[in-house]
């Protein structure tokens, strides 16, 4: 088993769980959590660090010369100043931007800096949070077209990145993980008539599984949480 760290990009319901659920597994690697929050689950080690902070990223990735695994939780759906548009008169574009920003450009910027770190002669995995709304042929109902546009890029930047990535790092997968709907204040406005609502512990078991199953074949594609493809 190595010993080089896992490093786990931010500290928001579903990637706390992820990152305690990955601190409990027996013989795992040391957990790095990079996050804006003043702490991170106890076992890991903490880097406060905004990922819109690019030499601050690039600074970290110095400190981390190999990295066994990298897994991308953040993401924005709402905040008190935007929520999800309901018709295309609701679009604001400084809105749509920092949805864009957060859920694509962030993202691509720690792919960037850290898909490096990955071990070029070893099994090893990169995966990004992203959603089953994001999937163009899945849209038949409209409407969160920021959120659903940033997730639709992100995932192209997931299949982008993992065409270079088996080039240089032939036993590394990439991936994007849809992980359900989860009770969390992201999703809590919104999953009304969801027939299945996790807890973050439940998806990150189900995420935890569906990386694990996953081997450099299915790099370039988006998974739910039960390991259904999901097409683009
Ligand atoms: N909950 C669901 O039902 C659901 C369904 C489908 C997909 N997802 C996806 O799963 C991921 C995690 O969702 P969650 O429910 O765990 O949400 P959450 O608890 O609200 O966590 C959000 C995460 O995103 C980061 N983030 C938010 N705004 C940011 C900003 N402006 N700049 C930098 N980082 C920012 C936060 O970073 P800090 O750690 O720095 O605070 C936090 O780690 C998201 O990508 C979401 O789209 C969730």
Redesign the pocket.
Known sequence: MSTAPLLVF??????RAMAQSALAAPGAPPVHVV???PDAPDGATHHRI???DEPALAALAKTLPEISGLLI?????HTEAYAPEKTLKALDPQAMAEVYR??CI?PATILKHFLPRLPRNTPAFAAA?S?RVGSISDNALGGWVSYRASKAALNQVIRTFSIELARTHPQARLIGL??G??A????QPYRGTAPTVFTPAESAAHLWRVIEGTTPEHSGNLFAWDGQHIAP
Do not use: E, M, Y
């Open positions: 931010g500290a928001g319901h579903i990637g996050t804006r929050q905004d990922a819109a939780t953040t993401g924005t759906l957060v859920n962030l949070l959603a849809h992980p709907t989860v969390t204040p992201l999703s």
